[in-house]
């Protein structure tokens, strides 16, 4: 049977080992995500429902996650996470930080310096 998880997975990478309630849980939480999103229609969650629940070993379950939205690795930077506003709304300011005050005053005094320099030279 061909798959196209890839090798790392642990279901093809260890498909002997058992099936642990946390992966059952897991998956039936991304089964009914998924369901609910519209990416599964009732007879296949249905069928994937019960692989998940009567595989005993995780190649098994091979069936059940192929197909399915890959799961987030990673978490969103505090920069653009989101503070439970809604689309389109006018978050809160950030505070300047007085490196970035200084930053900005230098680069001002910079550009003062040089121009007068040019009216003095010219």
Do not use: C
Not at 14 to 22: E, K, L, Q, W
Not at 23 to 41: C, F, I, K, P, V
């Amino acid at each position: 049977m061909s798959s196209n998880l890839p090798i790392s997975s642990p279901y093809r990478s260890t498909p002997d080992a058992p099936v642990t309630d946390n992966e059952r849980n897991q998956l039936s939480t991304r089964l009914n995500a998924a369901y609910e999103a519209g990416s599964l229609d009732s007879d296949d969650y249905r069928q994937r429902l019960d692989i998940l629940f009567a595989a005993q070993r995780l190649g098994q379950l091979v069936p059940v996650v192929e197909g399915l939205p890959p799961l987030q690795t990673y978490t969103d930077p505090a920069i653009v996470a989101s503070n439970n506003g809604q689309p389109g709304e006018v978050s809160v300011a950030r505070s300047a930080t007085s490196l970035a005050v200084l930053a900005v005053g230098g680069v001002i005094g910079l550009i003062a310096l040089i121009a007068i320099l040019l009216v003095i030279l010219l």
